[in-house]
Nanobody
Framework: QVQLVESGGGLVQAGGSLTLSCVAS????????MGWYRQVPGKQRELVARISSGGDTNHADSVRGRFTISRDNAKNVVYLQMKSLKPEDTAVYYC???????????????WGQGTQITVSS
């Protein structure tokens, strides 16, 4: 069993910055990819950024140059540093982790409950 808990969301003015964090806990043997998705009502969930266990990253075109994903493998934490925030960044942000449990050799995708980011004009 795995739990992912996000923190750091809130209200920020356009042009401001926020940093999200997400910690994974439970019966974890290892974690492959970690990342962040976001979703607004009426739209599909979209990938924001992902990072491999070795530190290779991918960022969506809409956030590249403004957002930076990173991770702390020792603490099972993934971060999303967000700068120059825009109103269109407003969404619920969900972290995920591709988790290898101690009880099985298979990787499973685990999701956080989401944290709201609201960027005012």
């Amino acid at each position: 069993q795995v739990q992912l808990v996000e923190s750091g969301g809130g209200l920020v003015q356009a042009g401001g910055s926020l940093t999200l964090s997400c910690v994974a806990s439970g019966n974890i043997f290892s974690i492959n990819d970690m990342g962040w998705y976001r979703q607004v009502p009426g739209k599909q969930r979209e990938l924001v950024a992902r990072i491999s266990s070795g530190g290779d990253t991918n960022h969506a075109d809409s956030v590249r140059g403004r957002f930076t994903i990173s991770r702390d493998n020792a603490k099972n934490v993934v971060y999303l540093q967000m700068k120059s925030l825009k109103p269109e960044d407003t969404a619920v942000y969900y972290c995920y982790a591709e988790v290898h449990l101690r009880t099985t050799p298979v990787f499973f995708n685990s999701w956080g409950q989401g944290t709201q980011i609201t960027v005012s004009s």
